[in-house]
């Protein structure tokens, strides 16, 4: 049975976690913690950022065991504090706690913040302070602009994981296989993508993974057309797959222009010799993929 739903009655649920969730980063898992069997995850759907999701919704049903149910954002800007959480207790009329993150604000104009809750309400709140990795607060701002900047090891140490993109498989030039090397192509539009260059990564076919490096640009060598592209390293790939995932790990480099393909594919084989020594070193966290 499907856990995303928009919000529905249910007379069992005593706690929740209200929030976004639009990473599932440690800060995120943190709040979810603290859920019990019967407990539930009340997202706030917000409208998509401009540059993409971290983490689309559909994607985030699967980093909880809990039920997930939704609230569109344009639904209760308006509402003060008060009738906001008026609104969850008709749905939710044996409600006792609310688990959120300590930068939680609710109400319009965000009046509210989290301590705010039971001074306005019969409501108990437990309020998760603020993760720091390496001196940097755990927040989706950060981790968004470490994936455009490019820092995918800064990004992934706040998500817990490697941060990841998926989509379907489309035609590429035709080039790779025949002059240089075979890649799997994709279209990854929903997602923010990392700075264009070259990563070091891990890519999953089905429930597969491989080693893999993966380009994000221009072809600035060819047509210069804008590709999303993954090498699977000293494996042959017979299969095609209609969907690939692909886990960062590193940038190697950025793009460049190559004024032939001999020199594109010497280049290409020092990208996937430096990959391989990346990978080799995060080989004990491929578990969580």
């Known amino acids: 049975m499907r856990k995303f739903s928009s919000i529905l009655k249910n007379d069992e649920v005593m706690s929740i976690a209200i929030g976004k969730f639009d990473s599932m980063h440690l800060a995120h898992k943190a709040v979810l913690k603290y859920l019990d069997k019967n407990d539930i995850v009340l997202l706030i759907k917000t409208p998509q950022h401009l540059r993409g999701s971290i983490l689309p919704y559909r994607k985030r049903e699967n980093y909880t065991k809990r039920k997930i149910y939704f609230i569109d954002f344009e639904k209760i800007k308006n509402l003060s504090g008060k009738k906001f959480l ?49 001196g940097i607060a755990v927040h989706s701002s950060y981790i968004r602009k470490f994936i455009l900047n490019g820092e995918i090891n800064l990004a992934n140490k706040l998500l817990g994981r490697f941060y990841s993109i998926e989509g379907n498989v489309i035609s590429g030039q035709g080039i790779g296989k025949e002059r240089l090397f075979p890649t799997f192509n994709i279209n990854a539009g929903e997602y923010i993508l990392p700075k264009d260059g070259v990563y070091a990564s891990y ?28 090498h699977i390293i000293d494996r042959v790939i017979n299969d095609n797959p209609k969907k690939i995932e692909i886990f960062f790990v590193k940038r190697i480099r950025d793009n460049k222009k190559f004024q032939n393909l001999d020199s594109l594919k010497h280049q290409i084989m020092v990208d996937i010799e430096c990959a391989k020594e990346i990978l080799d070193s995060s080989f004990s966290n491929i578990e969580q993929l």
Not at 96 to 118: C, E, H, L, M, Q
Not at 205 to 230: C, H, P, Q, W, Y
């Open 86 to 134: 008026k609104y969850i207790q008709t749905k939710l009329p044996n409600l006792r706690t609310i688990i959120v993150g300590d930068d939680f604000r609710f109400g319009k104009n965000r009046k509210y913040s989290a301590k705010n809750i039971p001074e306005i309400s019969n409501l108990n709140v437990i309020i998760i302070p603020e993760i720091k990795i390496d």
């Open 203 to 230: 890519t999953k076919i089905g429930k597969d993974v491989f080693k893999s490096t993966t380009f994000i640009g221009n072809r600035l060598s060819t047509n210069m057309s804008f590709a999303i592209e993954t």
